[in-house]
């Protein structure tokens, strides 16, 4: 059994695997002693992989903030993980399948913030900090053998399964709506798949800014003006499959959709 922890190393096998659409074990297996704050270091190692290829950060996003991702996968707490402007792709836009391994699509909501946001943060905090709010859906796709079988460590090193996301066309100011009562319909080929009312994340999305603000805050991290947080899925994931037609209508923020090829 391996006793120490390579960042580097870890992040480059995990990086790899993501290049060359590849599934590799869960690192715990050889490494049962990872901890969160490792699992951090290596997503951290990994990104600035990513950043030194060009890529740009545009913001973060929450995983497991709601009851159903939680029992789906088996884990308890929520985690984050870093959106780069070429992880997004265009409304109404075509994702590859043939770029990703074994990718899922969740229904999310999106904000935009205009101000930093550090540490311990109130709800009116937050919804000042927003510029706009949006319907969004992610794309997961984990690195991991079968997407199964991961601890919470393992997750967070590999960037909590994030792949790709999609924001919606429209934009409204957060306040506007009472974001813990926006009913959630995803469809895929024209049939709805999976339905939610936004307070399945996290009781309200605007605590799921308030908690990465925390988590950030323990890594001596502030969230930045400008960034994307996408707030966690509101349900279990739907996996993909070529051809489907997937379109995520949240109330009061429209309908944003993305086709797999
Ligand atoms: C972990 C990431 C979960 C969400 O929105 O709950 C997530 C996973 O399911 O692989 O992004």
Redesign the pocket.
Known sequence: MRMTVDTQELARALDSARLERREVAPLTRELPQLALTDAYAIQEAGIRLRLSKGERVVGL??????EA?RR??NLDSP?Y?VLTDRMQVPAGGVIQMAHGIHPKI?P?IAFRTSRELGGKVTRDEVLDACASVFAAM?I?D?RFKD?KYFSLPD?VADN???SLFVLGTEEHPPRALDLTRLEMKMSVNGEVVQAARSDAISGDPVVSVIQLCELLAQRGQVLPAGSIV?A??ATV?HMLRPGDKVQLTVDGLGTVAVSAA
């Open positions: 996003k929450m995983g497991l903030t709601s991702k789906q996968m985690v993980g969740e999310e992610e997961l984990s997407f997750v909590s399964s994030s996408l966690g899925a994931a």
